[in-house]
């Protein structure tokens, strides 16, 4: 009996490793990394938010990922854009969350740039954007910490036909 025991509780282990590499979103936070925390205070779009720092709002666009375009100046909203932004809304409007930089703090426009995680749960929202089907990858030399589970999580997600992945002709 005590190894039936023993051999239940490996399994639940494997299983529960294999749920986090695998079969969830991505959890796992660079422990070296810049963190800071910080409150949403809008959503811009699926991939961009403001968050109050300190007393300070701050733009900023999420690493490693891009989700259609619902706001570019002088461009059409893009298939799937405006879900895309009500999802992220739905995951971070009003929320505590945790910032974590990669290597550049700032793109081209000035906007803040992290992989971005909720303190209530810890989902890494870059991520469940992809594995649901609301953005896909967008690697930035050298901001490329997530890169393989970005793309992972992309491909899954459009194998199985989640979100963008089966609406919109010719997603990349």
């Not at 025991?5 to 490793?17: E, I, K, P, Q, V």
């Not at 800071?36 to 690493?63: A, K």
């Not at 749960?121 to 649901?132: I, K, M, P, S, T």
């Not at 953005?135 to 999580?153: G, I, M, Q, S």
Request: hydrophobic letters at 40%; aromatic letters at 6%.
């Amino acid at each position: 009996m005590p190894r039936l025991r023993l051999l239940a509780l490996l399994l639940a282990l494997a299983f529960a490793g294999c749920q986090a590499l695998g079969g969830g979103s991505v959890q796992e936070q660079p422990a070296d990394r810049a963190a800071q925390s910080g409150r949403v205070v809008r959503i811009v779009d699926g991939d961009t938010i403001h968050v109050r720092l300190g007393g300070v709002e701050e733009t900023l666009r999420y690493i490693g990922i891009d989700t259609p375009e619902s706001v570019k100046p002088d461009s059409p909203v893009e298939c799937f854009a405006k879900r895309a932004s009500a999802f992220n809304e739905r995951l971070v409007a009003g929320e505590r969350v945790r910032l974590v930089r990669d290597v550049e703090e700032r793109d081209r426009y000035g906007r803040l740039l992290a992989y971005v995680y909720r303190e209530r749960d810890g989902l890494f929202v870059n991520a469940e954007l992809v594995r649901r089907g609301y953005a896909t990858v967008a690697t930035f030399p050298p901001n490329v910490a997530h890169e393989r589970d970005f793309k992972r999580l992309a491909n899954r997600a459009r194998l199985s036909g989640r979100g963008l992945w089966s609406e919109c002709v010719g997603a990349s």
